[in-house]
């Protein structure tokens, strides 16, 4: 009986990509920005939190 050959998955990409996330710098006015952009996001974690 002959055994059966495999092809090995193809290795991922692993190349560093930039990040513009962690790039930037963290500046009073960026985090002012984010807080004001995201009032959906705070009441739904308010929300998850209550109901844990």
Do not use: F, G, H
Request: with cysteine; proline share 17%; net charge negative.
């Amino acid at each position: 009986m002959d055994t059966p050959t495999y092809e090995s998955a193809p290795e991922p990409d692993r190349t560093p990509r930039p990040n513009p996330i962690i790039d930037a710098p963290a500046t009073p006015a960026s985090c002012a920005e984010d807080y004001a952009a995201a009032p959906d996001v705070r009441a739904a974690l308010d929300k998850q939190r209550r109901a844990a």
